[in-house]
């Protein structure tokens, strides 16, 4: 799938996961990707991101709108070594 998605000054995605390897790009403003331990990182424009199974949420602490373009690509699910596999997920707020 392709899309873009415009997320607005102050505004924040669930923390969620996909089923799915993402590759996304900033295309204008800045926003904050941060995974459920804690870790934040700016992504500003010009940068890009590339997600696969960490759950994660997008946060626009700027004071514009951030238009992101992503591209996901179906994937197979992720099995971790004692033998279980990871669901897609959305946490809610």
Known sequence: ?????????????PMHRTLSLDYGAVISGEIVLRLDGGEEKVVRAGEFMVQRGMNHE???????????????????????????GLEETVFKK
């Not at 799938?1 to 995605?13: E, K, L, N, Q, R």
């Not at 951030?66 to 690509?73: F, H, S």
């Open 58 to 84: 997008w946060i626009n602490r700027s004071e514009s709108v951030c238009r992101i373009v992503c591209v996901m690509v179906g994937a197979e699910k992720i099995v971790l070594r004692d033998g279980r």
């Open 1 to 13: 799938m392709f899309c873009t998605t415009d997320i607005p000054p102050g505004a924040s995605s």
